[in-house]
């Protein structure tokens, strides 16, 4: 199972989140590791913005996130206002740097926990549908990715949620084919660097949870000691797939089959329901090999 | 550019022909790295058969194969009588052991030094006509993994040289539809376990060089402080991408567009012709997302 | 923690006692991966012995044995008497394959699971206590390499019981000169490919645990389906750090402060107790710098 | 054959001296790959400065610097200025993170292009010499990090060209009592953040080379197309072992046996002499086991 976070804000250094705090993602793969739940080692990710206004940057490794000394120089001296964390634990596919999350397209990124169910089955045909200039971007091999690229075909760059309903229903239409039950389990995280979209949703309902901080004052209080963090603004979200803590109140769990806006002036949530009917009937596949 | 070489003979210790001789690959690399020529430092392969008859063993890495202590260990402690060895120089692709040769698909291996050129544009193309149970097993990026499983869709494993021969012939005809000339660079190492072939094609018809041994004395010849391989059989055979050196005799030089099929008895060498015609006409695509 | 195993006896496949037994060592770092207990993913190491009698082989790796193909090939092409294979959780140095286990001397290989408390205060002093011709083969930076290198100072390819007393007899007494407490802290595995040496000790007198496989029966018990197994000898045994499983009669608990011996004929079990003070007194620091 | 580069002036993405002009460090290592000369694939390293006044970041790969996207990634999204660059080529010590350059010490980072000859002979002398408080830092195994660390016991942080003076002097001694000829080779960088030391020395007067551009014109010149870079100050310097391009005028060759100072105001140039009677008559060993 993997895990991501996700910062929207004013700019922090990346570790302050990252590492510093003692429930912080790394910190919960320790945890993980010594015990507790279940570890990810399998890789870890980074995408972040810079207040530059550039195209995010993308940290890969497959080294363990808590030992990996270049992402802790990395995240004590990157500052950002906006970044997307993952770590990973694979279900089969390869540990290597392409199949790490996130995944970049111009200035979006986007993490995935979860799983599509029976992917190597599906997997030509999800891929075939995949927009073929977009095709060639695809450099791993994970499920993850091309569910980004779907995405992307159905129109991300345009409206995020209405193109993962759009997505997720083609991957549920391709499932039923090949007879292939409850086969999405998500949480997903996409941003463009001014936005940041929070997807809970599983075929089944019963999906992988989501949390987001409740309000500035709940981010304080997780980190007591970090003066910067105190100066918290209203507006600062968190958005985590796992809790970090049981403090009461810190955390506003995201309902199933939902999607989280964090954006400019009040956040948005609304209904996630994947366009099966839709795609079935309006989408025409690409053209293929003649 | 990159490298490979093939042993079929007698079981030897790997490293007897991988380190030990200063004509071997690595030392090939090692000089190259040296400044004589190319460097191959984007990721080693061996592919090896026991005498036992099992499935052959893989070892892939990234790490520069002058200087990995698990491929000189492993080298130094299995004996092979056939095996591939392949040092790669990427022209864009990510540098990972999914993209490093042999391919393997049961009892079969297969090396590629060339190139497919314009492949991000084909890449699609290419991959929709391998044959989808095949499908999932294509885990990397290279457009010779995907060659190389053009060529199990079109008969490898009941034709190794037929199938190359339609596999080309279909990345020809997929060329001329983008506009890509001059598409397939190869000299090609494929075996079973029983048998060693060995293609030299280009569409250009200036293709990459390809030599075998001239005969056990020159295998001689080529190691004389090696007292095992003082005693080679003449059925031994060293096929090589790149001559290990300039002793005259020793080598034979592979002509322009022909297949050598190193096996018990007499080798065999024949005219080695893109199937375009056979493609374009009788190949059924395999059926696509309704 | 680390978790490191040992075969004596008939020629195994390396796999079928690493991966195809559910009760093997990179299933139990699955399972501890999967919440159970402590995850052991910072590099795994595997030394074997060849029926030839050449000296040992040895494969490292940082990535995590659960998911490394290059292992699974190792494994599944590699028949041995005699192996230790060792996973790694490191509390501190670098993960890199020279700080992997085994470690290798000429026929003699060396496996620790556990540590030396405040070796970083004392890295220096048992550093200089190393035979200087041995000190340049000291690639890695962790406790357990060094530890192993004051045992060949004190004679280990003597008398492996008695150099491993001296050695911890050593850092006990550098310790005190330190003022650490309960420093050693050992599971330790040794081979020369003749014999198997495993140490069970602490200084506080709480080791870490250490087994021995019953007896065949035992053998055939834990690996039901396994044909080869099934004709296990009664020399054969397994020596683990963790109980595999918990069927009664399987394992041997070796007590506290004790060494075992297994070896032709009968096995032989003997206290093990760090000569502290033949060390104060008998032994000379190696020459320094005038 | 090492390589490194040093930027000393106004805040530059780090990528628009490493990546984009076609005399980059990358670039050379690149081309070198192409056949022209030596390769150095086997560790990159990259330390650098903020504006923030904070100790300097460093990312270590043992990936090919020519094709590590996380590299990269960090080149285009850091400015810095004042960085130090350098590429490995390892002649035998293990090709590992901790084994690459720059080295460093709180705000101190340290680079060297060249070999201490006979090092694994005196290794344990050397590293003996080292103060035990710094002892434990020593990570990798490479003749550099010992040198480094001999510096800082010599008062590196005080004055940095006599603390290698001292330490190249106090390594020529050792070398004289081990037989060892010519034993130091070197072109080191060393930094505080707010100077940059370059030095050129070897025991037998025949030292890798060592240039500084001659001024901003130069700079200017050497990167027609960055905006950027045609603003550069005229207190702007780039410092590099091996020339970039051949234009004349461009770069000022450091002379044997000097140390170039680059700072605010007048650059420094001055004789570089080890102090090898200070070392043998005034130095006194660190206490050694007693």
């Known amino acids: 199972m993997c895990r991501w976070m996700g910062w929207y804000g004013q700019p922090v250094r990346i570790e302050e989140l990252l590492f510093e705090s003692k429930h912080g993602l790394i910190d919960q793969s320790l945890h993980s590791r010594m015990g507790a739940e279940t570890t990810n080692g399998d890789g870890f990710g980074l995408g972040w913005y810079s207040l530059s206004g550039d195209d995010p940057g993308v940290y890969h490794s497959v080294a363990p996130a808590w030992n990996d000394p270049n992402l802790r120089e990395l995240a004590a001296h990157i500052e950002s206002p906006l970044f997307l964390a ?3 634990a694979t279900s089969g596919t390869a540990i ?14 986007f993490v995935h926990n979860g799983v599509l169910a029976g992917f190597p089955a599906m997997r030509r045909d999800l891929m075939l549908a995949v927009e073929p200039e977009l095709f060639p971007n695809i450099q791993g091999s ?50 463009d660097g001014q936005r940041l979209w ?8 019963r999906s992988r949870t989501l949390f987001v901080s409740a309000d500035a004052a709940s981010i304080r209080e997780l980190h007591p000691d970090n003066a910067r963090l105190q100066r918290v603004r ?57």
Chains 1, 2, 3, 4 share one sequence.
């Open 96 to 109: 290597q740097n392409t199949n790490c999350h996130p995944f970049r397209h111009g200035r979006w990124l």
């Open 86 to 88: 993952h770590v990973r």
């Open 142 to 191: 994970t499920d993850s990715e091309v569910l980004f690229h779907l995405a992307l075909t159905f129109g991300l760059e345009d409206d995020p949620v209405a193109a993962l309903e759009r997505a997720i229903g083609f991957v549920e239409v391709t499932a039923e084919r090949h007879g292939i039950e409850h086969v999405v389990q998500a949480s997903i995280g996409v941003s």
């Open 234 to 290: 209203d507006e600062d979200r968190l958005v985590v797939s796992e809790p970090f803590s049981d403090l009461p109140g810190i955390w506003h769990e995201i309902p199933e089959s939902t999607a989280l806006v964090v954006q400019p002036g009040e956040d948005e949530q609304r209904p996630f329901r994947p366009q099966r009917a839709a795609v079935a009937s309006g989408f025409t596949a690409p053209a293929t090999v003649p």
């Open 198 to 205: 929070a997807v809970r949703y599983s075929t089944e309902g």
